[in-house]
């Protein structure tokens, strides 16, 4: 994979990048129209994942040519126990009732795929006419959880990415690419 390009390079914690901004937006340009055919007829409510997704969800969202609604959901986890068990906490529950509309969840990366897990189950119980997932990125070589994604931008290789709504601490939410965090240079 290539560096990250300048002025970014500077930052010795970021590493290779892993999808540049390019095929970035190229993908959701192509991911927009698939959603815009799906959804034909039954325009979607898009349902943020908190804060990780905000920047794939506004770009994913003006790439859509329907009358899109939106909601935000924040969710934390249980303290260790989460990673294992899957039991996540909601910070900040839906604003909209879920009755009967058609339900897209647009979160940022699965890795385990509990955290999916525990939310489809948990809007699905809110009676939706319809609930899929689009990710922005699956990390690849995890043993997931078996969570049912409709839309997946990209696969990627098992390390730490920051970039594009990640963050490590809150920062580099704002890279417009995705890249490699390094633990080891950051000193963490
Ligand atoms: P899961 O429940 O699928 O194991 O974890 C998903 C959540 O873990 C994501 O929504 C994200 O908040 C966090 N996460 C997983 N992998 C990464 C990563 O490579 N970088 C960042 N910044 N967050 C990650």
Known sequence: MPPVPPPYDINLDLGELVVPEDVLQA???ELGRQITEDY???PPLLVGVLK???VFMADLARAI???VEFDFMAVSSYGAATKTSGVVRIVKDLDLDLT?????IVEDIVDSGLTLSYLRKNLLARNPASLEICALLVREGNAATEVDLRYVAFRIPPAFVVGYGLDVAERYRNLPFVCVYNEKVAGH
């Open 65 to 67: 040519d329907l009358p």
């Open 52 to 54: 990780g997704a905000f």
């Open 40 to 42: 034909q007829g039954r």
């Open 27 to 29: 993908r959701i340009l």
């Open 100 to 104: 009967d509309r058609h339900v897209l």
